[in-house]
């Protein structure tokens, strides 16, 4: 089977370059901007004919869609190019995944929520209530996926990180180590994801797929919700961090969220609820702490 990788050169799509040798799928990487050492690809999935041409040149069954735009603040002043990335690219790969009878895996966000209070794990039924510019560019991603009616597994995830780019933990090691005191929000919780795990769930999705008999349906389309085990605040979870490290003299203080003014309202409480995922692929999905555990342990090795 032939898989082409969108924004390969980011966290998950690096994550996906480690697994893909211990898989039996040839893969092809994509991004719009080269990255050193790795074979990148160029193109441009908000170009139509461009994805036509790519899927129709290397025979792809089934395309990864790991590209986005993810400035959450950025987006409220940049809405236009938000929405292209993230709901007219996923589009293009959608129709031209529907021509080939190929199969989209597309990553969405825990960010598709957050205008309604509640306070019990996110299912995938629940109606989509975005705050700002990503969540709602992002909630009309999957629309459009789901009226183009290709084959598709839309995989919403929160929080997530890697040894790869910069992302929270990164931000957080360095913080904790350098500052004598440090105020974290401790009023908005979901669960961290190492995007290595992510990872692993595609490729599980992949296997799945391949496994089926050829035909115009997948009897596993869907919206499915992947996040590591486990539920904190942004505090605890620099908590943890810092307590992994080492880094005992950073004084860690919880705040709430107004203290940090921004133009958006991020959700307050984004866990989602991974049943229907766990049941339908038979994953097993870690501990969030465990699975911080294994990154830093990583970032060490290769530091």
Known sequence: MNVLVTGANGQLGNEMRLIAPNTPFHYVFTDVVPAEGHETLMLDITDLEAVRETVKKYDID?????AAYTNVDKAETDEDFCRLLNAAAP???????KEVNGLLVHVSTDYVFGGDPYNLPCRETQQGTPTGVYGRTKLEGEQRIRAVACKHVILRTAWLYSEFGKNFVKTMLQLTATKPQLKVVFDQAGTPTYAYDLALAIQTVLADYAAQP?????????????????????????????????????DIQPCHSDEFPSPVKRPAYSVLDKTKIKETFGLHIPYWVDSLKVCMQRMSAHA
């Open 62 to 66: 089934c395309i990864v869609n790991c």
């Open 91 to 97: 589009e293009n790969l959608a129709v031209a995944m």
């Open 214 to 250: 050829e035909g115009d349906t997948y009897v596993r389309t869907g919206i499915y919700h992947f996040s590591n085990e486990g539920v904190c605040s942004w505090y605890d979870f620099t908590k943890t961090i810092a307590s992994l490290a080492g880094h005992t003299s950073c």
